[in-house]
């Protein structure tokens, strides 16, 4: 529960975990709480537990992960539940304060002219930073306050009948609900299209007749509006969301429509992993493979990881579903920690997609194109098919370079280059951000600066030039900038207008294109060389889940990969044998090279001004590792691959073992020696358990 408490002059909300009768301090010393601002525990014993494992299993701060745990609101101690605290003017206030007495402070001023336009939720006034005034008020009579119940969420219209499952969508649903009301974690490998998210409203449908709720994670939720909508047209109860694009009040009433049990089923990103639910029967992880599971900042937890740990903990099945399962979870299946269910074919008629290498060292590219690509969308616009183009970089051009003296424009504050922004005429760097005007001549030299390489940006010019008349929408970050720009551009591929759609991975996102029959792949080449062991299975997931999109309902569909590099083993694996013969090729090099799966790793991160410092302190804490950890690797202090960024330097110490228990041992010991080590404050590091990035 949480408690109001006075830090220094400041009233805070705490959360109280424990009791004691004795403390550390003297009597003199300890000051009594303002006040328990809840009736009941905030979480359930199993989730309680999640929490304190997960600050231990990633070395966060208790206090940092249950407000990580919890929406705004609750942090800034608005009530947990579905009833909203509504302050107003008391009939004595409006007789004292209808002149404003002089003598009043600037809050206690805010606060009268925000209650005389009618009374106003404790949460958006506590927001204001007014619950001083507030309180002072309220002791002296000049305000009261009253509860109103929540409205509560609608729910969904539940009026499209459910499909007849096929017979491996029965057989994997029925293998599931088996496990209903114990702990089963299920791994569905379901390619694209072959039903998975039919399997699971299904399951959610016997797990609301027993009576329970259900926990969905999504990667992403405000660029697929499709997937909300769905369980609402099929359930009947209400459904709540919760993830980044909502404001605090829409959140808090979400989490608390969830934590009542008003609302049953609750998808989320995330964060929503923590979500309280009052009777758990459920919890499915869709895309578990995607890599926004993990957060990257602060308290960097697995949600996919905390979902099978959660659901151990409540005695519930978990479902990890994806077309392109991570290799961590193939290797838990392999190990027998999760069960396998295979729904390896689509449920339309369009069968497997054919797909096709462009060998770039034969077929010159022309704005990143080459000549078979632009014949086979040519012959598939002229069938009536819709077409997409991937290409995983935005902006006109990756590089702005001087044809006399070689100069590439550089960012002033990491070790990367500006990409060309035509449009706006800017250069841009995508990793801190900075942003300046695009030179007419090269700053050297003076002499005539050129784009090179591609972004959607170009591509988009190219396929307007070669494609006159023919609609294109594209898809990527500067083209979906605000609220209903994703809506707008589904609708138009939806509805056929568009015959092109050109994109990013925000292209990959879960959507449907039922009438695409082409995917052109323009630069798969990107990921074949990257610094990080994960870039292989990210480049993989990314061509397949593209791929995916090829073909659906009774359309068959084409997929044509452009690589300069067509017989790279990866690239033809995943071409002959598919997502399954990448797979294995892949976990046999990661198990020869002793990665994860087959290790365990944490990575020790530093960053500042001085790059001495940086190494120094990684030094340091390097020379603090007990010696006995012998059964623990470290690696480093090593440069991360872009060593400055944002005008920090970045540098690491990896640490590796082959089991968890010797790699968490090492670090209970050494994090503490670490803090107590006078570093300089402009040093910032952190400490990141199951790193999914080591470069
Ligand atoms: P996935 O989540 O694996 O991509 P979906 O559940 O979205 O697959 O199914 C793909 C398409 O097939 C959807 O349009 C869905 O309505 C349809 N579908 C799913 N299951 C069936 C079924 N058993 N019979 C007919 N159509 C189905
Ligand atoms: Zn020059
Ligand atoms: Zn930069």
Redesign the pocket.
Known sequence: MRVAVPLGRRRSVGFVVGLSDRSELPGSRLKAAHEILDDTPLWDEATLDLLRWAADYYHHPLGEVLAAAVPAGIRSGAPATAETTFWQLSTRGIAELAPPPARLGRRQRQLLERLREGPAPATDLAALGLTDALRGFASKGLIESFGQPETPPAPGAGDQPA????GS?QAACSAMAASLGEYAAWLLH?V???????VYLHLIQLVLDAGRGALVLVPEIALTPQLVSRFRSRLKVPVVTLHSSMNDTERLAAWRAARSGAAPVVIGTRSAVFTPLPEPGIVIVDEEHDPSYKQQEGFRYSARDLAVARAARHGIPVVLGSATPSLESLANADAGRYRRLDLPER??RAGKPRIGVVDLRHHAAHDGLAQPVLAAIERHLADHGQVLVYLNRRGYAPTLYCTGCGWIAPCPACDARLTVHMKRARLVCHHCGADEPMPFGCPKCGSEVRPVGQGTERVQHALNDIFPGVQLVRIDRDAIRRRGDIERALDQVASGRARILLGTQMLTKGH?YPNVTLVAILNADQGLFGADFRASERLAQQIVQVSGRAGRGDRPGEVLIQSAFPENPLLTSLVQEGYEGFARRALEERAAAGWPPYSRLALLRADGPDRKEVFEFLRQARGLVASTADDVRILGPAAASMERRAGRYRAQLLLESAQRGPLRRVLDAWLPRIEALKAPRRIRWSVDVDPIEVD
């Open positions: 499909h007849i499952l096929t969508q379901g694209t299209g072959s039903g998975k998210t039919e449920t339309g449907d």
